[in-house]
T-cell receptor, first 113, second 113 residues
């Protein structure tokens, strides 16, 4: 079946540091890949997505590239801010049928001033 | 600009009681989902629906029932609540196409004592 593995947190960084959160996946077919962000007490918001191999998703300074050869979708940001503190979820979408998301366990990011 | 709306937002139940969580979406989406979120486990799919009048089981359906009588609404029922069902519940919806964004509600916090 489908599965997503992402690095455990929490990840603690100083403001303006470089961020990488690793995500790898196992899936049949050609899934779409997503990063969602969850701020405290809120629901999940789409951060970025990529629907085919070599696509790069980007939003708010965050980037991730769909790497089919390494089955990875690592999230990066060049300079984090305190406001980026949140939980980040990597997910994949079934290419057929229910089209539901399979999530990783989430990575908590804490950015200190 | 409602999007996906869940009610209630908070609820405390006694073991054995029943309740229904209501999800409403105003985006004319075909697909709707119910997830639960538990610490360290990401989100897990409980049930889903690919259209009005249809429902199907996800990964963790035991102890829950659902109904989709109207396209815009997706109800999640707990017939006899158990402490193991203490969790945060998220409803989501999408158009269902490959790579389509799935939109989430703000969550319903349920405690079973």
């Amino acid at each position: 079946g489908n599965s997503v593995t992402q690095m455990e947190g929490p990840v603690t960084l100083s403001e303006e540091a470089f961020l990488t959160i690793n995500c790898t996946y196992t899936a049949t077919g050609y899934p779409s890949l997503f990063w969602y962000v969850q701020y405290p007490g809120e629901g999940l918001q789409l951060l970025l997505k990529a629907t085919k191999a070599d696509d790069k998703g980007s939003n708010k300074g965050f980037e991730a590239t769909y790497r089919k050869e390494t089955t990875s979708f690592h999230l990066e940001k060049g300079s984090v801010q305190v406001s980026d503190s949140a939980v980040y979820f990597c997910a994949l979408s079934d290419p057929t049928g229910r089209r539901a998301l399979t999530f990783g366990s989430g990575t908590r990011l804490q950015v200190q001033p | 600009n409602a999007g996906v709306t869940q009610t209630p937002k908070f609820r405390v139940l006694k073991t054995g009681q029943s309740m229904t969580l209501l999800c409403a979406q105003d985006m004319n989406h075909e697909y709707m989902y119910w997830y639960r979120q538990d610490p360290g486990m990401g989100l897990r799919l409980i049930h889903y629906s690919v259209g009005e009048g249809t429902t199907a089981k996800g990964e963790v359906p035991d102890g829950y029932n659902v109904s989709r009588l109207k396209k815009q609404n997706f109800l999640l029922g707990l017939e006899s609540a158990a402490p193991s069902q203490t969790s945060v519940y998220f409803c989501a919806s999408s158009y269902g196409g490959t790579g389509n964004t799935i939109y989430f509600g703000e969550g319903s916090w349920l405690t079973v004592v």
